[in-house]
């Protein structure tokens, strides 16, 4: 296990009695309409959480694996995401032991009745309603988009005033006007997260272990343990927090991981199914071919 059951119960009692709360708060900053900040990894903001805020993420370096709504993916440097209101959302860096990605994320968040209010005398600014309408199910953006949008997101870190109001307004520009081949959903349509501290503080929890031990034996039981419930409680949680059962989110971590091997390196396929933690060849197959579309085989050599 990544940490033992005396460490996690500390844990947990800290969330559920606020301190470690997975809303996050979002300070104001009296002198800037848009927050914006960067953080390394790992970070005590760098975990499963959620807040009314809009949010837009890159990640400047490293490798790991995220989890928007119902949706689980891997990143890399580069990728820049618009997260709607109330989304829940996390990325994981791929660590060494002792490891610390510095300045691994810049983020800009900003309040959608702040939009709207300079809308009513700026009505240009409307121009931007369908790209947050559809931010609710989480937005990863590439190709050019993502390029320009990140130029402009390190940009807003290093200017001013109005300079950097226009770099704000450049980025809900270059969204807004993005082709659909540059967008990606993430979050199916019908997920509505359903987050209380409680069970916010017990899937984080969860996502830790899953994470950590993605590669090899990944038990509900033991991580029902770890939080302690009984595993139908613990169950019941965790569907409610990310609109997937256990087991569900377990094989599509595995299936993000088998992806990335398969596009980065050389692995041999039979190789890569137990790399993810299958234990046959044929279950793999199986799962990958109706998570893709397509055998792990024809996936890599779409880009060959």
């Not at 081949?181 to 272990?209: C, H, K, M, N, S």
Request: glycine share 6%.
């Amino acid at each position: 296990m990544a940490q033992d059951g005396s460490d996690a119960a500390v844990r947990l009692a800290e969330r559920l009695t606020g301190l470690r709360a997975n809303r996050e708060v979002i300070p104001h900053d009296p002198k800037h309409s848009v927050r914006w900040h960067e953080h390394d990894y790992p970070s005590p903001i760098a975990r499963w959480n959620y807040h009314p805020e809009y949010e837009i993420h890159l990640i400047r370096k490293g490798t790991g694996r995220f989890i928007v709504g119902d949706y689980l993916g891997t990143f890399e440097a580069g990728q820049v995401t618009l997260i709607g209101s109330g989304l829940p959302h996390d990325w994981v860096s791929d660590l060494e032991p002792g490891e610390v990605i510095e300045k691994r994320d810049a983020v800009l968040q900003f309040d959608g009745e702040w939009l709207l209010r300079c809308a009513e005398l700026m009505p240009e600014l409307l121009e931007t309603e369908d790209v947050l309408q559809q931010s609710a199910r989480g937005l990863h953006f590439t190709g050019e988009t993502a390029r320009e949008a990140a130029a402009a997101i390190e940009a807003v870190g290093t200017t001013t005033g109005m300079e950097r109001l226009n770099h704000v307004l450049r980025i809900l520009t270059i969204f807004a006007r993005s082709p659909e081949t540059d967008r990606r959903f993430l979050a199916r349509d019908w997920f509505e997260p359903q987050l209380d501290g409680e069970a916010a503080a017990v899937v984080d929890i969860a996502l830790e272990y899953i994470f950590a031990n993605h590669s090899g034996p990944v038990r509900m039981a033991d991580v029902a343990e770890l939080v302690g419930m009984t595993e139908p409680t613990f169950s019941k949680y965790f569907r409610k927090s990310t609109g997937q059962n256990f087991s569900e989110m377990v094989r599509k971590l595995r299936l993000a991981h088998a992806c990335r091997l398969l596009d980065q390196t050389n692995i041999p396929v039979s190789s890569i199914c137990y790399e993810v933690g299958f234990s046959n060849l044929s279950n793999f197959n199986r799962h990958f071919q109706a998570e893709m579309g397509m055998s792990p085989r024809a996936y890599r050599a779409r880009t060959s």
